[in-house]
């Protein structure tokens, strides 16, 4: 299995801590994505981001771009995950 970046690492290692205590459950890989997916929809709908592109970010207030930044970082991840199973 490739390497993942420090911080789809680090989601993946927490998830398997709790769940099954083994560092490298492979299986478990679309669920964590599914789950990242669904925890970015429900803090900030694609509504309030429509575009993934930082420059169009530009007109909203300072949280508005933090918030969307945020969904961005955990899709990326859920993205990468996803595409490792």
Known sequence: MAQLSPEAQEVFWAFNEAASGKPD??????AIAAALRAAAD????ESECDSPDQEDWIGQSAWAQCCCSKRHKLLTIAAELKAKE
Not at 42 to 45: A, E, M, T, Y
């Open 42 to 45: 429900q803090v900030v709908p």
């Open 25 to 30: 459950d492979w299986h478990y890989l679309p």
